[in-house]
T-cell receptor, first 114, second 115 residues
Framework: AQSVTQLGSHVSVSEGALVLLRCNYS??????LFWYVQYPNQGLQLLLK??????LVKGINGFEAEFKKSETSFHLTKPSAHMSDAAEYFC????????????FGRGTSLIVHP | GAGVSQTPSNKVTEKGKYVELRCDPI?????LYWYRQSLGQGPEFLIY??????ADDSGLPNDRFFAVRPEGSVSTLKIQRTERGDSAVYLC???WGQGDTDTQYFGPGTRLTVL
């Protein structure tokens, strides 16, 4: 069965610092990969997704992620954190080739200090 | 608004009671998903509809849980004989249903508390 691991339930950064949120998947076949953000009392919003093609994916709000097959990773980064980036971030994976059901990681809470 | 809406936003019930949670998807979206999110966890898949039919209900934990989507739009998740362990945020999402790379759009969720 596919699984998604997000290292660190909480990540704390200073405003303006690099944001790095880690995600690893376990799958023999590279899946489709997604990052979602969840603000308090709101639904999950898609930040970016990788399906095929370029392994560096750019998303909204200045975030990007790189698919590394050799490391089974899909880490999320942003060069400079803003206070408004404070939220819960979820990585998800979905088997490629016909499945509609993603498996989500447990989430990482990003805390941004002024 | 044009997003996915869910009602109620909060529901408190007593153990053993029956509850219904409603999801209004984005107009035109043929695919609809229900998830459950427990505290400190990511969303966990429950059931997926394509149109009016449940295409995959493998995530429903037991027969106390049931969902319908009679006209291919609004969906209702029904929980019978609620248990304290059912307390969670129930999320609904919808998509165009055009393929497995579809983007799912999530509603804000219904927070269910079973006392």
């Amino acid at each position: 069965a596919q699984s998604v691991t997000q290292l660190g339930s909480h990540v704390s950064v200073s405003e303006g610092a690099l944001v790095l949120l880690r995600c690893n998947y376990s799958s023999s076949v590279p899946p489709y990969l997604f990052w979602y953000v969840q603000y308090p009392n709101q639904g999950l919003q898609l930040l970016l997704k990788y399906t095929t093609g370029a392994t560096l994916v750019k998303g909204i709000n200045g975030f990007e992620a790189e698919f590394k097959k050799s490391e089974t990773s899909f880490h999320l980064t942003k060069p400079s954190a803003h206070m408004s980036d404070a939220a819960e971030y979820f990585c998800a994976a979905k088997p490629s080739g016909g499945s509609y059901i993603p498996t989500f990681g447990r989430g990482t809470s990003l805390i941004v200090h002024p | 608004g044009a997003g996915v809406s869910q009602t109620p936003s909060n529901k408190v019930t007593e153990k053993g009671k029956y509850v219904e949670l409603r999801c209004d998807p984005i107009s035109g979206h043929t695919a609809l998903y229900w998830y459950r999110q427990s505290l400190g966890q990511g969303p966990e898949f429950l059931i997926y509809f394509q149109g009016t039919g449940a295409a995959d209900d493998s995530g429903l934990p037991n027969d106390r849980f049931f969902a319908v989507r009679p006209e291919g739009s609004v969906s209702t998740l029904k929980i019978q004989r609620t248990e304290r362990g059912d307390s969670a945020v129930y999320l609904c999402a919808s998509s165009w249903g055009q393929g497995d790379t579809d983007t799912q759009y999530f509603g804000p969720g219904t927070r269910l508390t079973v006392l």
